[in-house]
């Protein structure tokens, strides 16, 4: 097994009397895609905010790369190669998908937006913008001005605009959520191509999917993961099927 680059132990997030992840331990390794499931009101959108930096936990702690996280900013951990793809909000919808992706490579490059020529060259840029557009199948859409993009393309530009930041691990949140049965159909080779490359943790509700891609599921249920393994092992799973899987 190769190392972990993420390890979570004992995260604790409390809202008022509801616990919301009870002590959560969970390794990520290198190049695998690592998928959370769990029933509604879980706790996989707050464990995501915690590892992503946007929600502080109240206890545990979070390593990533061997160094403790735990109380770095989400700008610190996307330096780091911790990276959330957004949802939608993060894209311009104003501009071409070529130029969010260039701005996206070019904010990595250490440089304000506001300064576009600074850190890289102009065409070198480009060039990584084009690449990042096929890796993630807009090679045909590059010129594309990226609010009229369907919504499933849209989602493949998130992921490419995470991409820009050279992410160690891709925190995937629900990424085919809402899309036609299609486009999430499409979505599943884009998911697998990023490993080796980069690590996956992925929270998605599309079990189909998840079974499909992930090499390892952890199932929250009420705050507690109650299982971890490999897709079969998860669904021979006794626990799981009665706590979750038979509900489906
Ligand atoms: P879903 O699959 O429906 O998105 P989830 O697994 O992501 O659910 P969370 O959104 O993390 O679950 O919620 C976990 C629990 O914490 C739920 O009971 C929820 O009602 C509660 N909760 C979430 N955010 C808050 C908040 N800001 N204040 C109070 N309670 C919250």
Known sequence: MTQAILELRDLVKRYGGLVATDHVNLAIHAGEIHAIIGPNGA???????????????????????????TRRTMHERVAAGLVRSYQITNIFRNISVLDNLALAVQAKNGSSMR?????????????????IAERVGLGAQVTAIAGNLAHGEQRKLEVGLALATAPRLLLLDEPMAGLAHEESASFIPLIESLVPS?????????????????????VLVAGRIIASGTPD???GNEEVRKAYLGDE
């Open 43 to 69: 706790g996989k959108t707050t464990l995501i905010h915690q590892i992503s930096g946007a929600l502080a936990p109240d206890s545990g702690s979070i390593k990533f790369a061997g160094k403790e996280v």
């Open 115 to 131: 300064f576009w020529r600074a850190a890289i060259s102009e065409s070198a840029l480009f060039e990584e913008a084009r690449a």
């Open 198 to 218: 980069h690590a996956v943790l992925l929270i998605e509700h599309d079990m189909d999917a998840v079974f499909r891609v992930a090499h390892r599921i952890s």
């Open 233 to 235: 092992e998860i669904r």
